[in-house]
């Protein structure tokens, strides 16, 4: 395989990805699937070209800086790179891909997923039938939120914001949203712009944070913010943990300021704050936004498909740095 770039895949992949991967790449898998510390990531990448990582791995500025020069590429197998430094990364000249579009879809399903299950309690409902707690049926029993016709606001009106603006009008739900910038009228499809993110919140009677965590959007969701929304909202977030801050939220579902949230992401995951755990109100899954096959093999051979580019000399097409 002389010739080939040599690649370090820190995670077990979909077998289509790495059978590519093995045809085309000198590649080095990870027998174990352990999650790669920063310390491990420095010591292993040396005599490879490039890197192919997950959300998992984490590459502050304190580890590119230390990564053998012979690593020129690092493709992140997820939309999301706020787990790399790009500023060290382009300061070091290193080229970072990640892997749009593959998900959109299966992101905003899961966005769907959340926000109905939070509205209508689908977590108290189920446990009640499992664990042989349903009495009998009750004209006031298990009333959760009325979603079709409500205002949806969503936090960051990028692809996948506009693919939960798509599938929440099929609920006759009122789209608003905030986004750096306003969308043109062909992308907005009637959808109400606010510039102002904290305006937003006041017409949120549901909220989806659809918004990359950067420092700008770090704890956005605080007690304040919060307090500005209508009573009885539902929280959605299939974005990042970190624009939320947990006390403030786990305060709110606990006084019934908000009447439930539907998380699939969390700070600091999957160590994340016990509170949410006692939280009947609160409809939690293990970060499985992307977790379809037919999104992991796509997510799969976009990353393959920037390293190719790139080793062929010619611009990947997903480069963030
Ligand atoms: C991934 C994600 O499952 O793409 C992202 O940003 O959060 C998920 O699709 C995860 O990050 C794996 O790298």
Known sequence: SA????ILVTRKLPAAVEARLARDYDATFNPTDSVFDGARLVAESAGHDGILVCSTEKLPAAIIEKLPPEIKIVATFSVGHDHIDIAAAKARGLAVTNTPDVLTDATADTTLLLLLAAARRAYEGERMVREDRWGRWEPTGMLGVHVTGKRLAILGMGRIGRAVAQRARGFEMEIHYNNRSRLSPELEQGAIFHEDPEELLTVADFLSINCPATK?????????????????????????????????????????????????????????????????????????GSATKETRDAMGFRALDNLDAFFAGKPPRDRVA
Not at 3 to 6: A, D, E, L, S
Not at 239 to 259: F, M, Q, Y
């Open 216 to 288: 700008e959007t770090h704890h956005f969701l605080n007690a304040d913010r919060i307090a500005r929304m209508p009573d009885g909202a539902v929280v959605v977030n299939t974005a990042r943990g970190s624009i939320v801050h947990d006390e403030s939220l786990i305060a709110a579902l606990t006084s019934g300021k908000l009447a439930a949230a539907g998380l699939d992401v969390f700070a600091n995951e999957p160590a994340i704050h016990p509170g949410y755990r006692d939280l009947p109100n609160c409809f939690l899954l293990p970060h499985i």
């Open 3 to 6: 010739g080939k770039p040599r």
